[in-house]
């Protein structure tokens, strides 16, 4: 195995061929904003899609087709091999779409370490990369988007910038930069300018820090009970320096924090538009953690939670089930449709998501977000 790794790791520092350019959408783009969009495709394009399988499922193609899809969550059963999940991505992005709508945001978890959605570097995480020099976390940035990049992935949701507070469940994970605010900003800053060389954005999480947590969202609704000032002392400080840092995208967690609201953060306008935007002054991308988690479920159904998401500012709300994907999307349309939701808000969100997509289709990889930019490995 450890053979296998290096083997890996050699293929990817070597591979020197220039990455293509991010592939071009079907229909020349225009300036305008997104003013008439129908609300079943408003809707759509504010939900990050998944499906099983290595092959894109007809419906799937066909959301993209009539503009209802615009970001998609890749996850290892999609594939490891970036070469294939390059065939998989390029056959996405090859569907023909309406005149709004540019190429797709691709998705998918590659911190390092434990959580690696490709079989590519790096291999070391970030408790790893806590011990090291900084560099160590540039170098480890570069691994993960030159394997991203070659893969056709153009959002790395990461890095992880939860605190590794005592006895958390980031911290047993080896998930963690460290537990100093400071160090954890140092590191998460360098891994975030490596992937922006090689043109994939970073998307660091879970805001504003789990730190704190025990146990997973992935599994039980999870309560945070620092207080305010604690959280913007200690686990707000690594998102600030992001934020100054020009980050495009940054998740949300599902855990409570009462400090700010009773409702999880990622639905909470006191943490996505009070905090994140109007604190910290983040103008970029909101994204959450996966909606239809077991730790949301205690909230309503997946529709009740996406209208919340969207009422509390956020952009992309990813489903790993396609079926509460397409209830997600049938709640938005109709909240749209009756004035629940606030639709003007609703386009303007869109905006800034089509407006980071436009870039994809204008420059090669890095250049958009980096003085340095890079050749994706190509085999």
């Known amino acids: 195995m ?52 290595r092959t894109p499922p007809g419906w799937l193609v066909a959301g993209i087709r009539r503009g209802d899809v615009g970001a998609v969550l890749l996850f290892a059963s999609n594939g490891t091999d970036p070469a294939a999940v390059r065939r998989l991505v390029d056959r996405l992005q090859a569907v023909p779409r309406p005149v ?6 691709v998705m998918s978890d590659h911190e390092g370490g434990p959580v690696r959605r490709l079989d590519a570097p790096p291999t070391r995480g970030a408790r790893d990369l806590a011990g090291l020099p900084v560099t160590a976390s540039l170098a480890a940035g570069r691994q993960a988007g030159a394997a991203l990049c070659a893969a056709g992935v153009n959002v790395d949701l990461a890095p992880v910038v939860d605190l590794a507070r005592p006895g958390s469940v980031i911290a047993r994970q080896g998930r963690s930069f460290g537990r100093g605010p400071d160090a954890v900003a140092r590191r998460a800053v360098a891994f975030a300018t490596g992937l922006a060389e090689y043109g994939v954005g970073a998307a660091p999480k879970h805001f504003p820090g789990l730190g704190a947590a025990t146990e997973t969202t992935d599994d039980v609704p999870v309560t945070i009970g620092l207080s305010r000032a604690e959280l913007r002392r200690a686990d707000l400080r690594p998102y600030r320096a992001l934020v100054r840092h020009r980050v495009p995208l940054v998740m949300m967690s599902t855990a409570v924090f ?29 994204v959450a953690d996966a909606l239809d988690t077991p730790a949301l ?34 709640s938005l349309a109709a909240a749209l449709n009756t004035g629940q ?28 977000s980096s003085a340095v930019a890079r050749a994706c490995p190509t085999g």
Do not use: N
């Open 341 to 368: 939701l606030d639709r003007a808000a609703s386009r303007a969100s869109l905006e800034r998501v089509l407006s980071y997509r436009r870039t994809l289709a204008l420059a090669p990889p890095g250049i958009r």
């Open 100 to 105: 709004l709508d540019p190429p797709l945001l």
């Open 2 to 53: 450890i053979g296998r790794t290096r083997q890996v790791a050699v293929r990817w520092a070597v591979a020197g061929a220039a990455c293509a350019l991010a592939t071009a959408p079907a229909v020349a783009q225009p300036a305008g904003e997104a003013t008439d969009v129908p609300a079943h495709r408003l809707a759509g394009q504010h939900i990050v899609w998944s499906f099983p399988g």
């Open 258 to 286: 009462p400090a700010f609201s009773s409702r999880p953060a990622a639905l909470a306008p006191e943490l996505v538009t009070g905090e994140l935007k109007g604190r910290l002054g983040f103008g970029g991308i909101v």
């Open 297 to 330: 479920a205690v909230v309503g159904s997946h529709g009740t939670v996406a209208r919340q998401a969207a009422a509390a500012g956020v952009d992309l709300m990813p489903f790993v089930s396609p079926q509460a994907a397409r209830a997600a999307q049938a």
